[in-house]
């Protein structure tokens, strides 16, 4: 028995370097593709990222990667198998569950994106924006109390995030809520001062409970910061 070892402890040390050999040019080509993806150079990192994947097959982060790009480039079949085999590949990471809901909600497959977005929460419990997300559908199927669960949990994870208020305070507007929506824009506009948007919205909740002088003001940052639709507000409660 010892004798069949030492005849197989070469071959062992040659698989173990080849092996070791294949992952790090796997991921020597994975952090090259990722750098192209941040420039945007889409049809490069895929370029980048494929050999990533014949070096080492099962590398998730790599599939993952490749997915995103083809989903930015709307390649939306391509994109599904990438994040189909990195969850394959390893489903402890909670980023292809995260980017296979998002592109299901593209394609208005709510339901099972819901699914996918759920499997995230257990993988990355601290991640506001799978809630940010799931809340998005929950709101969109019409299931107000379930989206402000989610939201609620967004803006307890980020409460520096001007976004997740904002949501949250779309929410509030949609269900009538006008002085939960203020306080949600008011919390949004404090931590990013150059939100036109959230001014907009905060006004047409302060017009709603009939404070003008607040609504103008709040239209005429929103024009100044460049939002289109506030010179119409402003023509229409303003003077």
Known sequence: MKKFRLLHL?????????CISSCNSSNKHLEEGRKLLRENKLNEAILELNQ?????P????ALNARGVAHYQLKDFSNAMMDYDQAIQAD????????????????QSDFEAAIHDLTKATTLAPDSAEIYLNRGFIYAELKLPQKATVDFD???QLAP???????????????????????????????????FPQAFFNMGLA??????REAACLSFQQSKKLGYAEAADAIDTFCK
């Not at 070469?10 to 080849?18: D, E, N, Q, R």
């Not at 009538?176 to 931590?191: F, T, W």
């Open 10 to 18: 070469p071959a062992l040390i040659l698989g173990l370097s080849l």
């Open 52 to 56: 990533a994947v014949e070096a080492n």
């Open 58 to 61: 099962k590398n998730a982060e």
């Open 91 to 106: 489903s402890s990471l909670y980023l292809p569950f995260f980017n296979r809901a998002k592109l299901r909600m593209a």
């Open 153 to 155: 949990k967004a803006v």
């Open 160 to 194: 520096k995030n001007a976004e997740t208020y904002f949501v949250r305070g779309n929410l509030y507007l949609e269900q009538k809520n006008y002085p939960s929506a203020i306080r949600d824009y008011e919390q949004a506009v404090g931590l990013r001062s150059e």
């Open 206 to 211: 302060q017009n709603l409970v009939g404070n």
